[in-house]
């Protein structure tokens, strides 16, 4: 039975679910246990594992995407590069594992134990963890956009301003006001989102919305002892009060502006 278990497993996946011990893979194939043992590599795409036990083991590299990993114990296991891009990790236990480098984008980790796991450099981008238990667990450079459910400790008021940058340079203005709305509901003291608010308001066409914020900007900036942002933010809506301009000017200045403006509050 395990070496038809075994035959239909590689049917199913392909011939990327070989993994460097085909014993191993054969054991995990029969039963859904495979504790310490030696998976580096694996392909489970689509793999339907609930309950799946891989205390210990050595998964690196292994390709888990898009599949149903509900309840699965990876505790301690070597999760580095590991793709479990959209997959089902509902209530999965991923206590001390090492995610170093893994990709959880567009995963279902609600309800999910990251207690001590290292998720250094991880992409959890889109991610739903409601629920996850993020105790001790290193968020170190990952990404996080999108994600929901996480504590504000672990997305700040910055990750959405530096998320608000990057759209409105991608001339996603819409979105980077949003963002900046964020940001400024999380932390008001952030006067920068408020002034690249002002700049991508003047982008969208709300000139008296972007003088309001580039003025309260030069207030904030100035009594925070920051006079060359503030010079900025008063160029910003002296330059946006000139309404007798004609609309070629708004085109002209904001393009020799913005990027200026933007790369000023980066740093």
């Not at 990327?16 to 495979?34: F, S, V």
């Not at 689509?46 to 898009?66: H, S, W, Y």
């Not at 149903?68 to 479990?84: E, H, I, P, W």
């Not at 609309?247 to 502006?257: I, M, Q, R, Y």
């Amino acid at each position: 039975m395990k070496a038809v278990a075994l035959a239909l497993l590689t049917l199913a996946w392909g011939q990327g679910a070989l993994a460097e011990n085909p014993q191993h893979l054969q054991r995990l194939a029969a039963t859904n246990q495979c504790p310490r043992c030696d998976l580096r590599g694996v392909g489970l795409v689509f793999a339907q594992m609930e309950r799946l036990n891989v205390t210990g083991a050595n998964l690196q590299d292994a390709n888990l995407g898009r599949g149903k990993f509900a309840g699965g114990v990876f505790r301690q296991a070597n999760l580095q590069r590991v793709s479990f891009f959209g997959s089902d990790l509902t209530g999965a236990d991923f206590t001390n594992a090492d995610l170093r480098g893994a990709d959880l984008a567009d995963a279902n980790l609600a309800g999910a134990n990251l207690t001590g796991a290292n998720l250094t450099g991880a992409n959890l981008n889109r991610a739903y963890l409601e629920g996850a238990t993020v105790q001790n667990t290193v968020f170190e450079g990952a990404y996080l956009r999108d994600a929901a459910g996480l504590p504000p400790a672990v997305v700040q008021a910055k990750d959405y301003y530096r998320w608000g940058l990057e759209e409105a340079q991608r001339g996603r203005h819409d979105r980077a006001i949003a963002y900046f709305e964020t940001t400024l509901q999380m932390d008001e003291s952030l006067t920068e989102a408020r002034m690249a608010r002002a700049v991508t308001r003047s982008r969208l066409g709300d000139v008296a919305g972007a003088i309001e914020d580039a003025k309260q900007s030069e207030t904030e900036f100035t009594k925070a002892g920051a006079p060359e942002k503030a010079k900025v933010a008063k160029e910003l809506y002296q330059g946006l009060e000139q309404a007798n301009k004609p609309p070629s000017f708004w085109d002209n200045f904001l393009n020799s502006v913005a990027p200026m403006l933007f790369q000023f509050l980066l740093r």
